[in-house]
């Protein structure tokens, strides 16, 4: 298949991260762009960058938390500008230090997001889609649905459940002009994961990201997953034992504790 470009997108969590890079790297004249996302100020601020590169731009001032809401605006939107690509972005991550568990609410408000946020944004224009016998949807997980991370129990679930819910609505889609694609990417300089101090390998500027993002979009891609040996050391990661994966898990923490004392 062929390359094809959206000319109308939409993007939440678009204030910052991957999502601001996306909606920059698909700002240009004739690409209306609908942004959506819970700070005002920073949404505002994309915003004009994107329209400073010719695009059209509709803010959303939304928590994808909020179903009927969004559901709405998105609705809205779509009469005004039928929607080519969603990319249901916006996430938050909890991760707490070796052997703390996650606290109740966090675990609860991460799934909220992550997971239900997801459903919130891609269900309300599937049926907008399907009438047009056209649409992509992109869901943003992460390398961390390949693998259960002790330090992030429930982000590593969330992004589980979105690989797994991505790859059957593009099975179910399909014969509808749907396509679907997930996002499994590796660290990117994002402000989610700027106090992080353990190593990052292969960590990538969000700009980087995106590119990768729009190519693997454009391609069809059920799984755009990067950088490509961190994806796949991911996956093997996931099929080793438990006990086999706990016994490298406790040596790396020994290891990172060692070199912190040191």
Do not use: F
């Given at each position: 298949m062929g390359e094809v470009s959206p000319s109308t997108v939409v993007i939440t969590g678009a204030s910052s991260g991957i999502g601001r890079s996306l909606a920059l790297e698909y700002a240009a004249p004739g690409i209306v762009i609908g942004l959506v996302g819970r700070d005002a100020g920073r949404l505002e601020q994309v915003a004009v960058e994107c329209r400073a590169r010719g695009a059209e731009v509709t803010i959303g001032l939304i928590d994808v938390r909020d179903r009927t809401a969004l559901a709405s605006w998105l609705g809205d939107f779509h009469r005004s500008h039928p929607v080519d690509l969603v990319v249901a972005n916006a996430g938050v991550l909890v991760r707490m230090p070796g052997g703390e568990v996650e606290p109740a609410d966090d675990a609860f408000g991460l799934m909220q997001i992550n997971v239900l946020g997801v459903l919130n944004t891609v269900q309300p224009v599937i049926p907008l889609m399907r009438e047009r016998h056209r649409g992509q949807l992109a869901l943003v997980a992460s390398v961390a649905a390949f693998t259960p991370?002790?330090?992030?129990?429930?982000?590593?679930?969330?992004?589980?459940?979105?690989?797994?819910?991505?790859?059957?609505?593009?099975?179910?889609?399909?014969?509808?002009?749907i396509r679907v694609s997930v996002i499994c990417c590796g660290f990117v300089e994002t402000p989610m994961i700027a106090d992080i101090r353990d190593p990052k390998p292969f960590n990538m500027s969000s700009e980087k990201a995106a590119e990768r993002i729009r190519r693997g979009l454009a391609n069809d891609r059920a799984v755009i997953m990067f950088p490509l040996f961190f994806a796949l050391m991911s996956r093997l990661d996931g099929l080793l034992p438990d006990r086999v994966r706990r016994f490298f898990y406790a040596r790396s923490h020994r290891g990172r504790a060692s070199a912190v004392n040191r």
């Open positions: 991370l002790p330090h992030s129990p429930s982000y590593s679930a969330s992004k589980a459940a979105v690989l797994n819910y991505g790859l059957s609505l593009r099975a179910v889609l399909a014969g509808h002009g």
